[in-house]
């Protein structure tokens, strides 16, 4: 039971501490209690408290200004909602009404959401209700996974963590392994449409997925596909944005491309329910057919708490800090995965890692359930949160509030390995 915190650290109710490398499920983006967050959500609550979206107040304003200074052009119209699935579904219905088209396509081992619509664009098994769910969206029939993906091309990934496993034919702006997964998205698109499509959402990296990684060019061809079939094209950056990859602000930009809508939640307000839409002029004036609103979206207190996530991270020089300390990461990981058996791939950008277990490098085999719940509950026991995901369940999960220093990434390691070298001895 979780009774306090303070920027990396949680506390359960005996004061035990623990070193949180989950951020709330990749929600706490600078820290838990951070004093400015604090002080500004005290200084919003005793000036306005709520109005709705049909007024207009500073606070939203000058937010919408700062988080639209943030994106390209034409990516310049915000809308604010409460959560990540809201925006989701937000996005689908904007596809929609912009292209007059209705067959959305997203990706095997996807994740966007609970809500109806985003349910839809999710295929993550386990996450599955047997309910219909999957109105005019269409998953593309092969699971795009380096690492355990038909084609491969672990070789491509974009990052400290590549491993030399179903390589592909690299060669100067070309991957063999990136051009027949987006062949398998032309069959899609082929086999289970007109030829007309609204849209196509991805992930940077996905997330519940286990932290998979695509092979270059994979996004940036899909999108030119995705737009010779009339379609726009959604980047879900919830989990992936705000500089928690170190490398790029968003992870649409570590693809080289620029999507027509982009959908953010979680680390955009550090635990205030808040989130975003942001896409072009010309987009967002399909809003205009009908009424559409939202009763929290642009909350004061809100908005006030997102402006000051903004300026937190740009003072306080996170997004270096993710990188940098991101990188000592996973190559101590990449360390401790050549000394154990069980530790089949390490992989992401960033403050953004999974560590996928197995029975057996070779084959391959996800690490039993029970085996992995075990390794999962002592490193709690020793005092590190961490998450856990995957097609299988076998991923750990590791993005800790973007605030974290270098001693607690040398703790991180010392206590996976230790956890890890005592259940190998099982």
């Known amino acids: 039971m979780v ?80 959560s990540g699935a809201e925006a989701i579904d937000m996005a689908l219905l904007l596809a929609r009404l912009h292209t007059g088209n209705i067959d959305i396509l997203a990706l095997r081992n996807g994740y ?54 179903r390589p592909c034919n690299c060669q100067s702006g070309y991957c063999e392994a990136s051009d027949k997964y987006v062949q398998e998205v032309q069959e899609t698109i082929n086999y289970m449409t007109s030829g007309n499509v609204a849209g196509f959402i991805n992930e940077g990296i996905l997330g519940v997925g286990g932290v998979v990684q695509f092979p270059k060019h994979f996004v940036r061809q899909t999108y030119d596909l995705i737009r010779n079939h ?108 050549h000394e154990f058996e069980i530790i089949g791939d390490v992989r992401g950008k960033g403050l953004m890692i999974g560590v996928e277990l197995v029975e057996n490098k070779q084959t391959k085999q996800p690490l039993n359930q029970d085996k992995f719940l075990k390794i999962f509950e002592d490193l709690k026991d020793m005092g590190l949160l961490v998450g856990k995901g995957g097609a299988y369940g076998n991923v750990f999960r590791l993005k800790p509030p973007m605030c974290i220093e270098e001693n607690d990434v040398d703790f991180a390691l010392e206590v996976f390995r230790f956890v890890v070298k005592e259940n190998s001895k099982m």
């Not at 967050?37 to 200004?65: C, E, G, N």
């Not at 009763?295 to 000051?308: D, F, M, R």
């Open 3 to 82: 009774s306090s915190a303070s920027m990396q650290w949680i506390f359960d109710q005996n004061q035990k501490r623990y070193l949180d490398f989950f951020a709330g499920i990749v929600t706490v983006s600078v820290g838990h209690c951070h004093p400015r967050l604090v002080k500004v959500l005290h200084d919003q609550a005793q000036t306005l408290w709520h109005t709705t979206a049909i007024y207009v107040h500073p606070q939203i304003v000058s937010y919408a200004q700062k988080l639209v200074s943030k994106f390209p052009d034409p990516l310049k119209v915000v809308y604010f909602v409460n």
């Open 112 to 165: 966007s959401g609970r809500s109806f619509g985003a349910m839809g664009t999710s295929a993550v098994p386990k996450w599955n209700f047997n309910t219909p769910t999957r109105h005019g969206i269409i998953q593309v029939g092969m699971q795009v996974d380096p690492y355990r993906g038909h084609f491969g091309g672990s070789n491509c990934r974009d990052s400290l963590s590549q491993v030399i496993n």
């Open 230 to 337: 009339g379609g726009v094209c959604i980047a879900d950056e919830v989990q992936t944005a705000f500089g928690r990859l170190g490398s790029h602000y968003w992870a649409f930009e570590s693809h080289t491309v620029v999507p027509d809508i982009v959908v953010m939640a979680k680390g955009i307000g550090n635990g205030i329910p808040l989130a975003a839409l942001v896409t072009t002029p010309e987009i967002a004036r399909n809003l205009t057919k009908a009424l559409y609103f939202n009763t929290y979206g642009g909350n004061p207190i809100s908005t006030a708490v997102g402006e000051e996530v903004l300026n937190i991270i740009d003072d306080e020089g996170m997004q270096e800090k993710s990188k940098t300390l991101g990188e000592k990461l996973i190559k101590g990981l990449k360390t401790i995965q």
